[in-house]
């Protein structure tokens, strides 16, 4: 027997703004037949391709710790660095610069209510280095 995810939920102050802020970052959309709204204190937003969910629910506590579990992004159409200034714009803040020498490691980012995630090498500069990944 196991269990399947449903979706992956992630407390928040103000659940409208933080799926707004991911589905720029993933590129998620709304659910269909139910769009989110300012105010809404459950947000639902899913990948259109594969079906993965989010789900950003408000809750009173402010997140006072590192994250336990967190996302790990590797960006589609441009490399890290690319990716890190997009984030950036988008309202991410740099938490932490992991990358190393010959250009492995990762940016640790948080978005705009402090949760962590970090953003890894693209697989077209994984393929570049010559580095496997599952």
């Known amino acids: 027997m196991s269990s399947l995810v449903a979706h992956t939920t992630i407390d928040a102050h103000d659940a409208y703004a933080l799926s707004e802020f991911w589905k720029r970052v993933l590129g998620y959309v709304d659910l269909d037949g139910d769009p989110n709204l300012p105010g809404h204190e459950e947000c639902m937003i899913r990948d259109p391709e594969t079906g993965h969910r989010l789900l950003f629910i408000e809750?009173?506590?402010?997140?006072?710790?590192?994250?336990?579990?967190?996302?790990?992004?590797?960006?589609?159409?441009?490399?890290?660095?690319?990716?890190?200034?997009?984030?950036?714009a988008l309202g991410?803040?740099?938490?932490?610069?992991?990358?190393?020498?010959?250009?492995?490691?990762?940016?640790?980012?948080?978005?705009?209510?402090?949760?962590?995630?970090?953003?890894?090498?693209?697989?077209?500069?994984?393929?570049?280095?010559?580095?496997?990944?599952?």
């Open 59 to 88: 809750v009173p506590d402010d997140k006072v710790v590192k994250n336990r579990l967190h996302l790990d992004l590797r960006p589609r159409d441009v490399g890290r660095e690319a990716e890190v200034e997009r984030l950036l």
């Open 92 to 134: 991410a803040m740099v938490v932490a610069d992991r990358r190393v020498d010959g250009g492995a490691g990762w940016f640790t980012l948080a978005d705009p209510e402090g949760n962590e995630f970090c953003v890894l090498r693209s697989q077209d500069e994984l393929d570049a280095a010559g580095v496997a990944q599952p």
